[in-house]
């Protein structure tokens, strides 16, 4: 009976030390959809109707990895291709950006957490086959997050709200002088919801 003890204690204790090892590391890929900013661009099709592009609106598509401080704080950094298009047999027109951003949280419980962090745009571009193309200056933006993770699921959703300004460099090989972009620039500010398969 007595080694029987000490070996269920052997085992326990093992136990203990596997669950104090797990890492604090983990990773997501991530999609999502976003809506507001300025119009940039309409096409308008031979039916009559028309899509638009809008400095906002567009779709997510990246990846994650998320750190976790404590039981009450945590950190999520994202990488993310953030685009709008509007297409036609005879071209297309689409802008674009790569955000990456970091996103601290406070969990207010097991599945809810709230978060503000900041985000920096880069390689900011309008592509289009009608007029000349655009760039954009690099920008940082203001993101405030909510995150719901479902119990028993790997997947969590994210509503945020971003905020931020584009300002135009260059219209084809034309560069914008300063004074000028900075009084035509571009609202970004956009609802968005996000969807992260967590591993």
Do not use: C
Request: proline letters at 2%; a negative charge; charged letters at 20%.
């Amino acid at each position: 009976m007595q080694k029987l003890s000490i070996a269920l204690f052997t085992l326990l204790s093992s136990t203990t030390v596997l669950a104090d090892d797990t890492s604090p590391f983990s990773f997501s890929a991530t999609a999502g959809v976003s809506l507001g900013g300025d119009t940039i661009g309409t096409l308008v099709y031979e039916d009559n109707s028309d899509d638009t592009v809008k400095a906002g609106d567009g779709i997510f598509i990246g990846g994650g990895i998320h750190y976790q401080a404590n039981k009450d704080f945590d950190i999520k950094l994202n990488a993310l291709y953030h685009f709008d298009a509007a297409e036609a047999k005879n071209g297309d027109l689409t802008f674009s950006r790569w955000a990456f951003e970091a996103i601290p949280y406070y969990n207010l419980n097991d599945n809810v957490k709230l978060g503000a962090g900041i985000g920096f745009d880069t390689s900011v571009e309008l592509d289009s086959d009608f007029t000349l193309d655009a760039k954009f200056n690099n920008t940082t933006k203001l993101i405030f997050s909510g995150l719901y993770a479902f119990n028993y699921s790997q997947i969590s959703l994210e509503l945020r709200y971003e905020v931020a300004e584009y300002e135009v460099s260059s219209v084809g090989n034309l560069s914008i002088p300063s004074n000028i972009a900075n009084t035509h620039q571009l609202d970004g500010n956009r609802f968005a919801a996000l969807v992260h398969w967590n591993f």
